[in-house]
């Protein structure tokens, strides 16, 4: 796999997918901070499923998937 | 198409998808949650099982010069075990309803144990890098798996 600038675009468009659901998740659901984002999310437990959740779903694949990305970078550099 | 890859291909789909799904509570709520990282520590022992030919000539051979990638592979993944094996035993001694309906007794405080509740969020961040890692390393078996159970149809 080449790292092309469409995949760097892809890259990209991810952080700031990862960055507006941190933001939307802290002003729909205002709670005293334990860390930030995501972490403040994960305290909330509520028996079942939440409307923002399939957002937040989604999120985790985004983040899944650029680790891998820059896991395969550096893989290819690497080894 | 062998049987067996089909079923380690879909196998290692749904823990992919079950790990999103796990990462983020209000997705599923927490009796599905719940429920779900039980189902997930199961698919995990299948998944090693299923791997284990690997597991076994890698222990092998870890020392053996030039295995610069299997080495970086091997302890990527037994690091990815190890954070799993905590982050489903911190669940349980947290669990507010699957443990408790299993074993007939009333859920403890949630907050009462913030340690185990710091383990397993912390942890649960740690899976979640490895698992982007673990399929990265293995990129290329994933991709050609795919190819054979859809090449086919």
């Known amino acids: 796999m080449k790292f092309t600038g469409r995949m760097l675009a892809i890259a990209v468009a991810a952080v700031l997918f990862v960055g507006l659901t941190e933001l939307c998740a802290g002003w729909i659901h205002p709670r005293p901070p334990v860390r930030f984002g995501r972490f403040r999310e994960r305290r909330r437990r509520a028996p079942w499923p939440q409307p923002f959740g399939v957002v937040r779903f989604a999120e985790e694949g985004v983040l899944i998937g650029l680790v891998t990305l820059a896991g395969r970078k550096v893989l290819r550099l690497r080894l | ?153």
């Open chain 2, 1 to 153: 198409m062998p049987s067996r890859l089909r079923v380690v291909f879909w196998l290692d789909v749904s823990l992919l998808l079950s790990v999103c799904a796990l990462e983020t509570v209000p997705f599923t709520g927490l009796v599905i949650h719940e429920w779900l990282g039980l189902a997930v520590a199961a698919m995990v022992v299948a998944h090693l099982l299923l791997s284990w030919t690997w597991i076994a000539s890698t222990t092998g051979r870890l020392m053996a010069a030039r295995a610069g990638r299997t080495r970086v592979n091997y302890f990527l993944n037994l690091t990815l075990f190890a954070c799993m094996t905590a982050v489903i035993f911190s669940g349980v001694l947290i669990s507010q309803e699957a443990i408790p309906a299993l074993t007939m007794r009333k859920a403890g405080e949630m907050d009462a144990d913030l340690r185990w509740t710091f383990v397993h969020d912390r942890l649960s961040d740690v899976v979640l890098i490895l698992a982007g890692l673990h399929l990265a390393i293995n990129w290329t078996w994933s991709v050609a798996a795919a190819r054979t159970v859809w090449g086919r149809r």
